[in-house]
């Protein structure tokens, strides 16, 4: 059985760090692209960033392009995401995601997700 | 980046009912289109990819079609589980990976 934890969340200021963990097991780790996604409360979903099997290509949406930093550990089975420079537009609950099946150029459907972690960035 | 619109946002279905969900894309994704289910306090569910294929373990009253730009997901007989919300969502025109602003599935 897929399980994704995510873990690393929690309240933190403008201008503030903050590094996400996600924990993945029964699957195959370093065989698929692995994404964030979030969603601020009591709104829709938003693609934030993803990362390919051997982590030699990283995308990002423009909002926090240059901010934030995807990355994997293979040998761990963790994914994470380093979020520096926060705004309180980044507040939601982000969600740890691996691609359905295996497709090394990433044309596969985002298919399991973890429970999520809630980032509160306030003063 | 392209932009996925759903529509309506909120649909009123009885039981048992069939349920016409809508996502239109403004440029083609091809039939690279997903659909998937959320429940409050859940986390999203994949129900469809490829625009028409069901994902494992869900069944056979969720049905997908359409490609290029514009996608139907259909939900026949309604149970009470299936009220929720459901986005779409594209991956053929990345990044980013675009969502819709999600559909309401309510009970009437």
């Known amino acids: 059985e897929v399980q994704l934890v995510e873990s690393g969340g929690g309240l933190v200021q403008p201008g503030g760090t903050l590094r996400l963990s996600c924990a993945a097991s029964g699957f195959t780790f370093r065989s698929h692209w692995m994404s964030w996604v979030r969603q601020a409360p009591g709104k829709g979903l938003e693609w934030v960033a993803n990362i390919k099997q051997d982590g030699s290509e990283k995308y990002y949406v423009d909002s926090v392009e240059g901010r934030f930093t995807i990355s994997r550990d293979n040998a761990k089975n963790s994914l994470y995401l380093q979020m520096n420079s926060l705004r309180v537009e980044d507040t939601a609950v982000y969600y740890c995601?691996?691609?359905?099946?295996?497709?090394?150029?990433?044309?596969?459907?985002?298919?399991?997700w973890g429970p999520g972690t809630l980032v509160t960035v306030s003063s | 980046e392209t932009v996925m619109t759903q529509s309506p946002a909120t649909l009123s279905v009885s039981p048992g009912e069939r349920a016409t969900l809508s996502c239109r894309a403004s440029q083609s994704v091809n039939s690279n289109l997903a659909w998937y289910q959320q429940k409050p306090g859940q986390a999203p569910r994949l129900l469809i990819y490829?625009?028409?294929t069901r994902a494992t373990g869900i069944p056979a009253r969720f049905s997908g079609s359409g490609s290029g730009t514009e996608f139907t997901l259909t939900i026949s007989g309604l149970q009470s589980e299936d009220f929720a919300l459901y986005y779409c969502q594209q991956y053929n025109n990345w990044p980013p990976r675009t969502f819709g602003q999600g559909t309401k599935v309510e009970i009437k």
């Open positions: 490829a625009a028409s």
């Open positions: 995601v691996t691609s359905y099946y295996y497709d090394s150029s990433g044309y596969s459907p985002d298919g399991y």
